[in-house]
T-cell receptor, first 118, second 113 residues
Framework: DTGVSQNPRHKITKRGQNVTFRCDPISEHNRLYWYRQTLGQGPEFLTYFQNEAQLEKSRLLSDRFSAERPKGSFSTLEIQRTEQGDSAMYLC????????????????FGPGTRLTVL | DQQVKQNSPSLSVQEGRISILNCDYTNSMFDYFLWYKKYPAEGPTFLISISSIKDKNEDGRFTVFLNKSAKHLSLHIVPSQPGDSAVYFCAAYVTGANSKLTFGKGITLSVRP
């Protein structure tokens, strides 16, 4: 069990550029979540996948954001036309969800990608 | 609207003493609660959790207490160690749905040697 990994760990970009982050979850986990954390705040939910299906998106996820999880394995989060307000830590988490809400669904987080938009 | 509140931004305790970190929630639908520990430049690390059908869960030096009627939970660390110095987040979710976590703002714990 190698844990959740995220790449890159840091990304500095200029306003208006596109960026893409990658998350590799724990191998047997069927759920994958994206969160965003800004300074002084707790992580905030952005979106999640059950296998390859994206089942919910937060209102925080504007049209400039898109996430994919092809084949239900790794996931990518793309931000188009970045803005300074997008500067944050982007966290990925994965879990093994039991069927029909039975059991627990503990999420394990990766180290995050720190995005700075200049 | 902050559904999970950690009203004390920081806590400082002496090594060997007890640390008590508090958390309040407003959404009565939450039925599963977790504590995460976070070091700078790292992702949150799962610490301990509790279901709403219990009022206490213990794991080594860490114990979480849940008071459903008061919508309050607390994390006790006994004895506190300098390596426990970190930011602690309380989180909650509704089971049987998407399990998305709602976090508090975190408490910075400093354990003095």
């Amino acid at each position: 069990d190698t844990g959740v990994s995220q790449n890159p760990r840091h990304k500095i970009t200029k306003r208006g550029q596109n960026v893409t982050f990658r998350c590799d979850p724990i191998s047997e986990h069927n759920r994958l979540y994206w969160y965003r954390q800004t300074l002084g705040q707790g992580p905030e939910f952005l979106t999640y996948f059950q296998n390859e299906a994206q089942l919910e998106k937060s209102r925080l996820l504007s049209d400039r954001f898109s996430a994919e999880r092809p084949k239900g394995s790794f996931s990518t989060l793309e931000i188009q036309r970045t803005e300074q307000g997008d500067s944050a830590m982007y966290l990925c988490a994965s879990s093994l969800a039991y069927l029909a809400g039975v059991g627990t669904d503990t999420q394990y987080f990766g180290p995050g990608t720190r995005l700075t938009v200049l | 609207d902050q559904q999970v509140k950690q009203n004390s931004p920081s806590l400082s305790v002496q090594e060997g003493r007890i640390s008590i970190l508090n958390c309040d929630y407003t959404n009565s639908m939450f039925d599963y609660f977790l504590w995460y520990k976070k070091y700078p430049a790292e992702g949150p690390t799962f610490l301990i959790s509790i279901s709403s059908i219990k009022d206490k869960n213990e794991d080594g030096r860490f114990t979480v207490f849940l008071n459903k009627s008061a919508k309050h939970l607390s994390l006790h660390i006994v004895p506190s160690q300098p390596g426990d110095s970190a930011v602690y987040f309380c989180a909650a979710y509704v089971t049987g749905a998407n399990s998305k976590l709602t976090f508090g703002k975190g408490i910075t714990l400093s354990v003095r040697p």
